[in-house]
Every structure is written in C-alpha cells, then in structure tokens.
C-alpha cells in the first residue's frame, strides 16, 4: 500500500479535471449567453402579456359599472292612463314624450326636497343629467307593471354618459365646459346629489345583456344580443364544420385513393388554409347572399362563412392526427378480418379523436374571433340592437358577433364606446376561455375512454 | 429455461415425431410478388400441410414476411405491392375476384412481430373477433370463447382477475399472448405468427414456443423466425428463403441436418445472414 500513490493529473500528462480548458469554457459561454438570450425573449413576451392584460383589465372594467340617479318619480294616472283600466296595450299609446316631463318634475322636487339650491329652472336643463333613454326605461317598466300607475314609485335612472365619465376620471370640469351639453353647475348638482347617495355607481348587469344602443346612448349599450349573435355562429359551426372537416379528413387519410385527383384536393385544402378570411367574407356575401338569396346580417350566413373558414383548419389538423395512428393498431385490426370501416371507425378515428378535436378547438376559436367576413356580410355591430325572437329566430334575425360589435364601438367619436370596446374584449375572452375550457373537458372524456 | 438447454447445438425439432403427410391447407403455385419494380417473392411453389408447425427461415430482405402476407392479404393494404400466381386455401382460390379478403382473415388469422394489443380493455381485445364475426348468440357465450382463448394461450391465470384492465398495461410477453388470444379467438383455421418473439425474452419465448406446439393440434401455423434454434424446436416443416426464392423446403429434421442446397447449409451453420 505504501508505494501506491495516486498519480497527480498534471505528472501523467492529462490536465486535471478541477480545472476546465480553454475550448471548454468557451462552450460554457456560448451555452449560457444563449440560456439569456432564451430567457430574455421568455421575459419580453411575458411583459407584453401582462401589459395587454392589464391594460385590457384597466381600460374595460369601468364598463361593467354604471352610474345610476335614485329618483322618486310621480307617476299620475290621468296623463299615463286616459280610460283608467290599466290596459298595458291602450297605454302604450303614452310615448316617452309623455314620461319625460314626469322625470323632469321629479328631478326638480328631489333637489328641493334635499335643499340642493340648482341654476337650472328648467327641468329640461337638469334632465340632461339622465341618459336619453331614462324615459324609455320609465315607460318600459311602467308598461310591465300597470299598478304603478297613480303611485310614487323610486326609480334608479342611468346617468347620462358624461355624468358617469365624470366618476370615472374620463370626464373634468375644464372638458364638461368645453362640451355643449353640460355645464359646471351640473357637476355642483351631481356631486350634491352623490353626497347623499342618490348618485350611485355599481355593478351594471345591462352592459353584458343588453343590446347595442345608438350613438348618443352609450351608457345603455351592452354586448348581449351580439354576444348571442356569436353564440348562434358558433352553432353553425359547430354543427357543419366539425362533422364536414372531420369526415373528409377521414376519407381523404383512410379511403380515399392516391391519385392525381386527390392530390390536387390536398393541395386545395392546404391552399385554403392560407386563403385571407375577408375572402370568405366576399365569397359568403356572393354565393349565400346574393345567390342563395339568404338574410343579411344573419348569424346563419355567417356561420356558414366561419364553417368554410373552418374547415381547413379542421382537416389539416384530423388528418394528421389519423395519420399518427400507429400502423400496428389498423394492422391488428385487418389481420383479424375487420373491414376497412370497422378498422376506421373502431380503433383509428377514436385514437386520433384527442389530436381532432385540439384542431377543432383552435378552429373555433379562431372563428370566435373573426371579424372581417362579418363586416362583409352586413353583420356590422350596430344591427345588433334587437334580441332574437326565439331560438331559431337568432339564426336568422339579422345580429352582429362580438368582434364586430367591439369594432363598431372603437369606431364611435364618444369615448364612452371607446370604454365600452375595452369592456367588450373582456367578454369575449371570458367567452373563449369558457368554450375552450368546455372543448378541453370534452377532449379529456374522450381520452379517459381508452 | 428449457427453451435454453439446446441452444448450441441444432439437431432434434422438438416435438412429436412426424407421422405420416397431413393434407395439404394452402397450396402456393408460381407466386411472384412485386412491390413496384422489386421483385421480391420469385415462383414460390410450396404445399403448406394442416396441424403443422411450417417455419420460414432465412436472411433479412429474403421476403419472409412478404410470403407470409400473400397467405392472408395483408399485402392488400399496401399499395404498391402486387400478387400473381395462384394460392389455394383448401383448394380455392384466395386471390380469386369473388373472394373478400376479409372473409378469408377470419379463417387465417395473424400475430405480428410486435404485440399490438388495441388499446382496450383485455376482455374486449379477445371478444373483438368473435364480436365482428357474429361468433356467439349471447353474452355468456363470449365470455366462454374469450376464457378459452385466454387458456390457449396460456394466459387465463395472469389475467382471469384484469379482464376489465387495459390491454396496453400488460407486460410485452403477456401482450404477444394476448394477440395470440385474440387471433385464436376468431377460430382461425391458420395462424400466421411473423417472428412473435423477437420482442420477448427467453422465458415468454418458451412459453410461446410451448403455445405454438399446442396450438399444432387444431390449427395450421406457419411462423416466421430468425432463430434456427426456434424453427427447430417448434416446427416439423421449414422452408428456406433467400433473395426472394424458396430455395429448400421439407422435414425440419432433413433441413437442418442435412440440407441439399449450398446456400441452406451456410446459412443454416451461419456463413449468410
Ligand atoms: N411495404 C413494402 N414496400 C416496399 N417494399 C417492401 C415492403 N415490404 C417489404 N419490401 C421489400 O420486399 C423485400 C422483402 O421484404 P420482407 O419484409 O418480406 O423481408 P423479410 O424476409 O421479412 O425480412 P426480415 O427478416 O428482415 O423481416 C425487401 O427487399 C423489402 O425491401
Ligand atoms: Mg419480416
């Protein structure tokens, strides 16, 4: 043991090991500048992904609030009911002109009665603290419920778009006065008011289930009616592009022969895919509506642009998943004398299914998001503004789609929109998390099968 | 472990003596196959007999596997590959127009190289046969067919308490075993095994090979090997194949003791392959 000693690195002619060479460290370097360089790219992409995010969030919350004016609102019977039997139908004959009077009577007693001294004499002047449409809503709920009549009922009115900018910081004084519609001395009403809580602002349920409004009423447009206008597209999709895609996926992979013909279909379909969608939209406007002579504006049309949008994004994707199939499987299958169809539909479809439907998901939500096509078929944001009569009514009752009715509000001078467009994005990828998250649970049922 | 005892030497096929010819199940005449312009199978003529063990042996490329598929069809599915000559299934014609080579699958069953259970449950993977053959009138019936497969292939007592368990979760020796399940199940009356236990180690080879001999007593196998050692063992017919030609086929005994061919003697004492 005694003469047994271990050889240092450097006396046998290797270098030692708890050194690195040169060429080494060099490697090193290369290897953890790339590691930053990959990290930093990481780190940029994750920025602006935050920044989109809360910039998304701090530009569209405010939208799903909504300042409201609590008012006490007389509503006599001798002008709201003529004939005097609370018939809903002869007292629609009452039009808004016929509320508003009402509502400006009852902004004059409120300040009165609070001891809030106001410049306005006219209550037509003070009104203009109230959405245009505060008389309608009057009218509206009147109309529903006819035993109001002859009584003093509390009404929350919205306030008028400017009036509720002003509690949100997107309106001030020095621009108010710049304005033609409201004057500082509206602001001292409306702040006297807010101190004694009848100028609210909350929760507004309306800007998700409402109806578009037009351009003087923003506090009262909502993304309901094209958010159903989606939802009916994506029906027709669904129900046409996914059964369409998937089956001619399967028989251009598994039953179709290889020639010429059905090369040039391959070459087609990977063509399409690339294919602008606005292109759809011009070819949807000649074939479904100028020829086939369907409705404009109609989700039905529209789904059937989504659907041939769709389609490529779907075959490509099924076939591919049907190709990874492991040849094992359909050769186990044929040996034991399964039919083609069998083979297909037994072992291969349902082993490709999970890879299909990710292709299914992605279409979907592609077509979720599509805006151009619509705009060519007439399904721009401001049709949006009437519910559908029923559930086949909302395939051809003419609608917009969310992305269209975003688009039309960025559009719009009053910033009110400009909120509200913000808002709308919001809605929209709360919509698209939930389908996707409802395609994920389907595609995981599928999985746990097998 | 028995399986190992005789790897060295080459001289006994293993079981029971031959007996006087069984009659013949397939009869190959002139077969030449072609993939495109390769030539891969050259005038095949070979009398394939009934409750026989014929093993296929030579050099990789030979067309082993190639032959082996003219016998079922399979070649069907690949495009490119043509058949001609004639193959006779107790005297039909296997290639005639009227004959739907799914039919014909239900009689020539197949085990391939790699065990390719489906990916369900035990149970389903024997009963599929029987299922789309319309085998069984009911449920209990099945269930017969399905245990007796299992016991054929001598796979009952591993399984008989994961019937419902996936097919895919066993290990690879079970999984050739289930194949060999749920090719029996169809109550083929050949079975085509394209060399089942390349993949195994020597115990599931054993139990294979013991499996194949058993199976000799109903069925006609033909199985495709790499392992001299194995066409010993398990078969009492061998056939030679190399570069596409049959070039010696006869008593397994006579093949590997004393072959008439130069190129079946270097190769069966390994001077090719
Ligand atoms: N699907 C195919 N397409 C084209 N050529 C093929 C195909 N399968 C086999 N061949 C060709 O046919 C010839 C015989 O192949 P085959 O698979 O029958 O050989 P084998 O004897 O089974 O070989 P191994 O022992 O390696 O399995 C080879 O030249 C091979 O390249
Ligand atoms: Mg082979």
Known sequence: MSDTTVPVASQVGHRSLLEPDALLKKRRRKESWFKMLGL???????????????????????????????????????????????????????????????????????????????????????????????????????????????????????????????YKGRVDRVSVERGMVLTPAHLDVADALHERGLIERRFNLEFITGADASDNRPEQAGVGVSLLGSLFMILVVVALAVPIGVAAAVYLEEFAPQNRFTDLIEVNISNLAAVPSIVFGILGLAAFIQFANLPQSAPLVGGLVLTLMSLPQIIIPARAALKAVPPSIRQAALGIGASRNQMVFQHVLPLAMPGILTGVIISLAQALGETAPLLLIGMVGYIASNYPEGFLDGFVSPNSALPAQIYEWSKRADPAFYERAWGGIIVLLVFMLAVNILAVVLRRRFERRW | MDAMAHTDQISMPGSAPLTEANEVKIAARGVDVFYGKNHAIKNVDVDIEDKTVTAFIGPSGCGKSTFLRCLNRMNDTIDIARVEGDILLDGEDIYDKRVDPVQLRARVGMVFQKPNPFPKSIYDNVAYGPRIHGLTRNKAELDDIVEASLRRAALWDEAKDRLKESGTGMSGGQQQRLCIARAVATQPEVLLMDEPCSALDPIATAQIEELIDELRQNFCVVIVTHSMQQAARVSQKTAFFHLGEMVEYGDTEKIFNSPEDKRTESYITGRIG
């Open chain 1, 40 to 166: 930093g790219a990481v780190m940029t992409g994750l920025f602006f992904l935050v920044v989109l995010i809360a910039s998304i969030v701090y530009n569209g919350i405010p939208a799903f609030t909504q300042t409201y004016v609590t008012v006490p609102v007389t509503l006599p019977a001798d002008k709201l009911d003529k004939t005097g039997n609370r018939n809903a139908s002869e007292m629609r004959k009452v039009s808004t002109f016929g509320y508003r009077p009402l509502i400006e009577q009852a902004l004059i007693d409120t300040l009165a009665d609070q001891g809030i001294s106001s410049p306005f004499e006219d209550g037509g002047d003070l009104a203009d603290l109230l959405s245009d449409g505060a008389a309608a809503d009057v009218r509206e709920r009147v109309l529903r419920n006819t035993d109001l009549v002859g009584k003093t009922v509390e009404f929350d009115l919205l306030a008028s778009s400017r009036i509720d900018g002003y």
